[in-house]
């Protein structure tokens, strides 16, 4: 192997973290453009981020498969509209495999902070093995979901049976004639709770807040419908392009909350229609408008509530004891099995807490973001130059497919590369001053979208309620302004002391 290539180089041009989604379309694009010293740091054996570790039972995405891929890697044998967690980890690996990433990527190698060497202009990235990697260009492409969010519950450590998170979830463990709480309502319940209803003894489902949940397209492709998209891939970019359009069409009522409560009227009919029970069905509906919070598509929740064997409650957790839960009401119910649908940390100021980012004279990152945390672009951020994000601050989506927005971020940060190189420079850094106006005009608009004006908290959100997760605007204008990196919003420099390596 080319020792310009090898994955365990200390000094590269680019360094990745993350082989997730974003990592991987960053690998790739780089290579496309013949820049091929780079390396990928992986923490876990394998590629696939989220769909790596996301295996509990009925996951799938809630996108549909032709725009949960990249737009150059098309699928024609996607097997249903939306795809489950296999099939899309599959893609993933056969993606990486064509492109040969695998053999640019050093597995089993934890970044656990950066520091910035301003005469050098280089980055150095420490390991958990001690190692460290030296780079001119890196990308955090670690992603928002991918620490679990583990309740603190009085008394969960003397609990006698089994508990687990569903990003963790055991399929060593027979859930089969058990008595099972499972709490949290979110994407990731609503899936395995259908599931593993039939196979266990009791099923006790604890809400906080309930959840928007519009049907699902549960269609499969034809195999007709597969050989056409193979002969003629025309017709699945168009197919892909009228996914596209249709999704971008739902951000309509993100951006008019009385359009949305109008819409809301057709899901509670939706809801009465699937569940039997008055008094559980009123439980389910939200008080809040719809879009507020991430809606959900599903056509087996709500009927599992019809089950003899499953139960709602949406009392607060007050303790757990060794056998059982007990509620903030004071009632009780006896438990083998706490699985946690309680999704995960997605505030950076959180989850960074232990991986220091240290950038110009010292700065840190989590100083920087000690209020919120922001970037121009979700791409860039002042004072950190060469170090750029995938799907960072405000370019999450509650209506389109993240792929897009990270084929657009890839794009820019290519671009930015290539810059620095034909500028005959060594760094870009973002201009302050550009980069607060970028963030002070989005929540501006942000303030006007149902994300605030809804009536509801959620993981958008920070603790105070200023939203730092989500894009809010059509997904075309993001591909707009990340076409190319408009020079006169970055400083260009070079390095005060000449790099040898």
């Known amino acids: 192997m080319n020792s310009r290539v090898n994955p365990r180089n200390r000094a590269v041009k680019v360094a990745i973290v993350g082989g997730g ?4 379309c960053m690998a790739i694009k780089l290579r496309e453009a013949g820049i091929e010293d780079f390396v990928v740091l ?12 996301n295996t509990y039972p009925g996951c799938a995405c809630d996108v549909q498969s032709h725009m949960y891929s990249f737009s150059f890697e098309g699928n024609p044998d996607w097997s249903a509209r939306y795809s489950g967690w296999r099939e899309i980890q599959e893609y993933i690996l056969a993606t990486a495999r064509k492109h040969d990433i695998h053999a640019r990527t050093r597995f089993h190698a934890q970044v656990t902070g950066a520091r910035f060497d301003e005469a050098r202009a280089r980055w150095t990235l420490d390991l958990t093995d001690g190692d460290q990697v030296e780079c001119q260009h890196w990308v955090l492409a670690s992603g928002p979901l991918h ?12 609990f006698q049976g089994k508990v687990f998170h569903s990003s963790q979830w055991d399929h060593d463990y027979d859930l089969a004639g058990k008595k099972v709480v499972s709490v949290g309502t979110g994407a990731s319940a609503i899936q395995y709770v259908p599931q ?3 196979l266990v003894e009791q099923l006790t489902v604890v809400q906080r807040t309930p959840g928007w949940i519009i049907p699902r397209d549960e269609r499969r492709y034809s195999a007709l419908s597969k050989t056409l998209f193979r002969r003629f891939p025309a017709l699945r970019k168009l197919h892909r392009a009228r996914l596209y359009w249709s999704n971008e069409s739902r951000v309509l009522p993100i951006f008019h909350p009385r359009l949305a409560s109008l819409l809301e009227k057709a899901v509670k009919q939706f809801i ?8 559980t069905a009123r439980r389910l509906t939200p008080s809040y408008t719809l879009g507020c919070k991430r809606i959900m598509i599903s056509n087996r929740y709500y009927p599992t509530f019809n089950r003899d064997n499953v139960e709602l409650v949406t009392e607060g957790v007050k303790e757990v004891r060794e056998h059982s839960i007990v509620f903030s009401d004071g009632s009780e119910r006896e438990m083998d099995c706490l699985v946690l649908g309680t999704g995960f940390v997605v505030d950076p100021r959180i989850y960074m807490q232990g991986f220091p980012i240290v950038g110009r004279g010292g700065r840190t990152l989590q100083d920087d973001w000690k209020d919120a945390s922001e970037a121009y672009l979700g791409v860039t951020v002042a004072g950190y130059p060469n170090l750029f994000q995938m799907v960072g601050p405000n370019t999450g989506l509650g209506h389109n497919s993240i792929v897009f927005m990270i084929e657009c971020q890839a794009r820019y940060i290519l671009d930015a590369i290539q810059q620095v190189d034909a500028r005959g420079v060594d760094c870009l850094d973002v201009k302050r001053s550009e980069m607060d106006v970028f963030n002070e005009k989005l929540q501006r608009d942000v303030a006007g979208t149902v994300w605030q004006q809804g009536g509801c908290s959620s993981w958008y959100q920070q603790a105070d309620g200023k939203n730092v997760a989500i894009w809010p605007y059509s997904t075309w204008r993001y591909w707009l302004k990340t076409r190319q990196v408009d020079a006169g919003k970055y400083h260009w420099e070079k390095a005060r002391e000449t790099v040898t390596s």
């Open 21 to 24: 989604f974003g990592g991987l």
């Open 42 to 53: 992986e923490k876990a054996g394998e590629l696939g981020g989220t769909w790596r570790e």
């Open 147 to 158: 620490v679990p969010q583990i309740p603190k519950f009085p008394g969960l450590e003397r």
């Open 196 to 198: 593993i209803a039939p």
């Open 272 to 279: 009465r229609f699937q569940v039997k029970d008055k008094d």
